[in-house]
């Protein structure tokens, strides 16, 4: 295949050449690709970071203290303006106390500890993404966590973003698709963004414990908390996850699927000190009998009624046809060909919902290597693709990346919406948008310590591309500095092509 082929593979499939790279790429580019999904998932570099149910343990930890610390401060205020007594009577240890006492053993259990936690595990992901020589497996990984998005500005599940990546989509990357499905879905990332863990069946043993409750209820007690069916993660599996919004899917079938869901959750509070997993399957909160879903019964069988929905859910024609357009539209084009997509899904389908196939169908059709295949730069993609050419993605602090995306307009984990962050030209290429690059391409080239020529760089991380007018530019640059400043802010490397 051509050079330009060599730098669709390392650009286009993967996250932007870094020095070398074209030349690793070789004369076989879908050959570099493939051999990219032979070796299992790297999960070494995140081995350190805490893992969801730590997070939520300390979370809770820290909610716990505050709580404790209100009462604390409300009982002192109270004490000092008593004046019934010289001597205030001891007070009983108040709930909250109690709470904080059960949660005192918890490491790291303080809101900077927190804090420390997210930037580390920024950290480590860009890490990665900057100086993997597996870039097609780790762009896989960033598709994935968007197709599956939490979005990290809903307070609940704020640090449960990043470990879902790591946890649920990393192991199953390479694997079966319903595998990925039934590990995202039971993360409490997911579980507490779409508020599965307060979805209480009608019928549930749960359900009608609170109506006893409230019908005992004397006057002036506290009315119980509501309780009751919440359809947010059934309706983002059908629409977002699996089926697609033109999937074929009624509201009867969202109803359906978030009854047989009801009971996937947390370890409830008073528990989750000495949990040992962050899934718990709530068999009093889940709504039993038979349910439908696409015209297919499934039996009572607790828990399990809801995986094995999934997992046919999985398989659906329409199912495989979302992911092949939504794969085909991330690596080939904002409209890819129709018969590409048909292709995709059919080896999908052909293979029980193995993504190895699915990827390996994208690689091997001439259409995803047309000349007129190529994606705009989402701001994650410019700024990845920018420190691996530069040979800067280990110095850069996670603050510093983090407040460049947040300018740029593509926050770390924070999308603001279940159904991800845009993936199409017309969403970033604005006016706004490219000025504001043009700025962070200067902040990012003053990092840059390199012996190379900015033409160099270019032809480093552009190959043949860096040719003509701006190769011209980039040799008549003032200053390195200012050479490379014009490489990253230049049309050709807002493109992956």
């Known amino acids: 295949?051509?050079?330009?082929?060599?730098?669709?593979?390392?650009?286009?499939?993967?996250?932007?050449?870094?020095?070398?790279?074209?030349?690793?790429?070789?004369?076989?580019?879908?050959?570099?690709?493939?051999?990219?999904?032979?070796?299992?998932?790297?999960?070494?570099?995140?081995?350190?970071?805490?893992?969801?149910?730590?997070?939520?343990?300390?979370?809770?930890?820290?909610?716990?203290?505050?709580?404790?610390?209100?009462?604390?401060?409300?009982?002192?205020?109270?004490?000092?303006?008593?004046?019934?007594?010289?001597?205030?009577?001891?007070?009983?240890?108040?709930?909250?106390?109690?709470?904080?006492?059960?949660?005192?053993?918890?490491?790291?259990?303080?809101?900077?500890?927190?804090?420390?936690?997210?930037?580390?595990?920024?950290a480590a992901r860009y890490r990665v993404a900057t100086t993997t020589a597996r870039p097609f497996a780790e762009r896989l990984v960033r598709f994935w966590s968007n197709h599956f998005a939490v979005s990290a500005d809903k307070n609940v599940a704020r640090l449960q973003a990043a470990p879902m990546e790591r946890e649920a989509i990393r192991p199953h990357l390479l694997g079966n698709f319903a595998d990925m499905l039934l590990a995202v879905e039971r993360h409490p990332a997911m579980l507490l963004y779409l508020d599965n863990v307060a979805s209480v069946g009608d019928d549930s043993r749960m359900a009608q414990f609170a109506e006893r409750r409230a019908a005992a209820r004397l006057s002036g007690d506290k009315p119980p908390r509501k309780l009751g069916l919440n359809e947010n993660l059934a309706r983002e599996i059908l629409e977002l996850h699996t089926l697609g919004v033109d999937g074929g899917y009624a509201q009867n079938d969202v109803q359906e699927l978030a009854r047989a869901i009801t009971g996937w959750g947390t370890p409830p509070l008073r528990e989750l000190a000495e949990a040992t997993t962050a899934y718990v399957f709530r068999a009093?909160?889940?709504?039993?009998?038979?349910?439908?879903?696409?015209?297919?019964?499934?039996a009572e069988a607790g828990e399990a009624q809801g995986r094995t929905i999934l997992r046919d859910l999985a398989l659906h024609p329409a199912t495989a046809r979302h992911l092949s357009f939504k794969l085909a539209r991330h690596f080939v084009a904002d409209a890819p060909p129709p018969a590409l997509v048909q292709r995709m899904s059919a080896a999908y389908l052909r293979s029980g919902g193995e993504l190895r196939a699915l990827y390996r169908a994208m690689i091997?059709?001439?259409?995803?290597?047309?000349?007129d295949a190529?994606?705009?730069?989402?701001?994650?993609?410019?700024v990845v693709s920018a420190l691996r050419a530069g040979g800067i993605g280990e110095r850069i602090e996670p603050r510093t990346l983090t407040r460049l995306l947040n300018g740029l307009g593509q926050p770390v984990f924070t999308p603001r919406s279940p159904a991800g962050f845009p993936d199409t030209a017309g969403d970033w290429a604005t006016g706004d948008a490219l000025r504001k690059r043009v700025q962070a391409a200067a902040q990012l080239a003053e990092r840059v310590r390199d012996a190379r020529t900015p033409y160099a760089m270019a032809n480093d991380a552009l190959g043949e591309v860096a040719d003509g007018d701006l190769g011209a530019l980039l040799r008549r640059a003032g200053s390195p500095q200012e050479g490379v400043a014009l490489l990253f802010s230049s049309p050709a490397f807002q493109w992956r092509v």
Not at 374 to 382: A, E, G, S, Y
């Open 284 to 298: 009093a909160a889940h709504e039993p009998g038979a349910r439908t879903v696409l015209g297919k019964r499934y």
């Open 1 to 122: 295949m051509s050079s330009k082929s060599q730098a669709a593979a390392a650009n286009r499939f993967g996250l932007g050449a870094m020095p070398g790279e074209l030349d690793r790429v070789g004369r076989d580019p879908r050959a570099w690709l493939k051999a990219q999904l032979d070796a299992p998932p790297d999960l070494a570099p995140f081995a350190n970071l805490p893992s969801g149910l730590e997070l939520l343990q300390r979370r809770a930890a820290v909610q716990a203290m505050r709580r404790a610390d209100r009462k604390k401060g409300a009982g002192e205020d109270a004490q000092m303006a008593s004046a019934a007594s010289e001597v205030a009577p001891p007070r009983r240890r108040g709930r909250a106390g109690q709470q904080a006492a059960r949660w005192g053993e918890v490491e790291d259990a303080t809101p900077a500890a927190l804090a420390r936690d997210g930037l580390a595990d920024i």
């Open 364 to 371: 091997d059709d001439d259409a995803a290597w047309s000349d």
């Open 374 to 382: 190529r994606k705009f730069k989402t701001p994650d993609d410019f």
